[in-house]
């Protein structure tokens, strides 16, 4: 019957999807697949799967692998994903430090590159330490930057639509840089630029304490106190890129928290400042009163605008990371505490599982996903890239 | 190729889908649809066409309907969807009133019919109450229950997973009902039940001022006040159906907010309760210097949880429902003036389009959604469905 033939644009659009199916299948195997394995994956026949594994070898997407050393009788066909077909970089812009890492087109991390800056630098000072650490890891693994095609960075503060740092109260000389256009010369395909603390949520919902959770919203508790929201599996930027600024609101004391943590009377006075609020997180596990009181104020300090967020997205699942994160055992039963009375639902709280690189995680990962979906289900490269 | 010779499972798939094509086609035009229409419709070839649309009409979805009359030569071959396959119900089960709108399953009214209720009325007689409305309708319009397919509930509370109302603050003897469990002796397919303001902001998405937005916060401000979230273009319930309960919040006055402002000196001592708040904008609109001070002592009210949710989503727009958006122009700049200290981008403020019937539209139009992706995708009916 007619109606089971399919017309030529169906064919067409029919065979890139499979073409795509079988590049996934390649790319999240975590070994050489065999024809009979891509069929399969794919649900297509073997010799479709046959067909589609020499186009794309032909295109270079994949490449054959030797047969398994000590197979008996004639050796089965096997293919990978060729992840060296591009390369990304994922950016963490701190305050106080700059991270590049260098990874492949299934986000293996290929090496990694840190500098310290002052958080009072000067701007074109801190864009030269991001192109410093980029070139550093490019010299380290030898690739030349035409094989870059996609940079996402994470800086402090709101970001719009085109990359650009809208407004950076944290770091100074940092609101209105353009780091999209500026990025945009190391890279042969896309600049990704997004809010810091979102690409650490993202971290958490792909590979950290929010993996199986569709709703969640993230609290980063260091230096300063901020959060980002996950609706629906993916990070919600609001439509100005300012959602999760929940910082803002007059009636939480977000912005002044962790600094009246840190000031705490417990700290000797030979603590740097950096190291006083887990210094007082510290001594509120041994007991000590002063210590309990300031972390019981701070517990309340971040409960309250993180009340207002659970009462308006009601997440399945709270994480809490940062450096401060490292006492959860202590900061987490007295936010559970100081959210019950606030919220209708309490969501569960849970620690970060993941370590201080989880912005740069969280960049490389919203890098491979942008490659996956910009160029490889189109089965096509950024047009400035070069082999 | 072997590629592009698609497996007996893609075809089957292909024909599902091209199928339900069809018939999503049909369903959506406005008028009968040529065959020669329903292949570019379907970007299928006319052969194509002719047979989906005898199967179709075979399986009863669809009906060829006459020629239109003083047609020139050979007529054309017409189709429609047969929207009176099926019938859906929508309610809206408020504190003081409840309307059950009948519609057929492309969400055309058949009849209507509200019953006023006193707010203190026992739950087994509100219950009684959401049995007669439907009876009325069904009575009416001559219809079988067997022949609804889903019935779509708004009530007003905090919903549960399973239909029931968890919470229910604003009205007597509600809280616990099992609703969904109720209903369902009185449909052959699927009871559906959610919080009324999330429906309103529902119908304001898919008909009302929401209409072009993906992220939009719904305020429903009248005899109480309440809110509900859409983003990514859908309803945003939270995980325990608790989103947008933004007036649970301690620091914000929502839940005395409607009280205060009718509580105003201005309004005359004749004016029953539930005219009041109404009376004062109007008040406030001519000028009145203590009707205006009422006025924007609830727009500080209001606005006070607005931010935190703003702060928290970012949307890209807020709808203002309910009896008060009647006076939106006396609200809605007072409103602005108090959002811009708190927030960081004040989103676009509108009054609703839609009249009282909000909620049952909106509660019909998620029952249309329902039956298409749950039914008419996979071309199947309820299974206790009678013609």
Redesign the interface.
């Known amino acids: 019957?007619?109606?089971?033939?399919?017309?030529g644009?169906?064919?067409a659009q029919?065979?890139r999807l499979?073409?795509f199916g079988a590049l996934r299948a390649l790319r999240s195997a975590s070994a050489p697949v065999t024809l009979t394995e891509l069929a399969t994956l794919t649900?297509?026949?073997r010799?479709?799967a046959?067909?589609?594994a020499t186009?794309l070898t032909d295109q270079g997407w994949a490449a054959e692998v030797p047969p398994a050393p000590g197979a008996v009788g004639r050796p089965a066909r096997r293919y990978r994903f060729r992840a060296e077909s591009g390369y990304v970089f994922g950016l963490d812009i701190g305050a106080h430090s700059v991270l590049a890492v260098l990874a492949d087109l299934c986000g293996t991390v290929v090496t990694t590159a840190r500098r310290t800056v002052p958080p009072d630098i000067r701007r074109a000072d801190r864009l030269a330490v991001i192109g410093d650490v980029m070139t550093e890891c490019l010299d380290d693994a030898g690739i030349d930057a035409h094989r870059i095609w996609t940079i996402s960075a994470g800086t402090t503060g709101?970001v719009g639509p085109e990359g650009d740092v809208v407004?950076a109260g944290a770091v100074a000389d940092w609101t209105g840089v353009r780091l999209a256009e500026h990025l945009d010369e190391r890279c042969a395909g896309t600049v990704l630029v997004d809010n810091d603390t979102r690409l650490a949520a993202l971290a958490e919902q792909r590979l950290g304490a929010a993996r199986d959770v569709?709703?969640a919203v993230y609290i980063h508790a260091g230096l300063g106190l901020s959060a980002a929201?996950i609706?629906?599996g993916?990070v919600?930027?609001?439509?100005?890129?300012?959602?999760?600024?929940?910082g803002?609101?007059?009636?939480t004391p977000w912005a002044t928290a962790a600094t009246r943590l840190a000031c705490c009377p417990a700290v000797p006075s030979d603590v740097p400042p950096r190291d006083a609020a887990a210094h007082v997180l510290a001594a509120a596990r041994r007991g000590d009163t002063v210590a309990v009181r300031a972390v019981d104020r701070y517990a309340s300090d971040v409960a309250?605008g993180l009340?207002?967020?659970v009462?308006?997205?009601?997440?399945?699942r709270v994480v809490l990371g940062g450096g401060l994160a490292q006492s959860a055992d202590v900061l987490l039963p007295r936010l559970r505490n100081r959210l019950e009375?606030?919220?209708?639902?309490v969501?569960d709280l849970q620690p970060s599982s993941l370590g201080d690189d989880r912005v740069a995680l969280g960049a490389i990962w919203r890098a491979v996903e942008h490659v996956e979906t910009t160029y490889l289900a189109h089965n096509r490269r950024p047009t400035a890239a070069r082999p």
């Open positions: 019957m007619n109606a089971s033939r399919p017309a644009g169906d064919l029919l065979r499979n073409a649900g297509l026949s010799a479709s046959e067909d589609l186009e709101v407004l569709e709703d929201l609706i629906g993916r919600h930027r609001g439509y100005g890129g300012a959602a999760g600024e929940i803002s609101f007059p009636v309250l009340a207002a967020m009462l308006t997205v009601d997440p399945q009375p606030l919220c209708i639902r969501p």
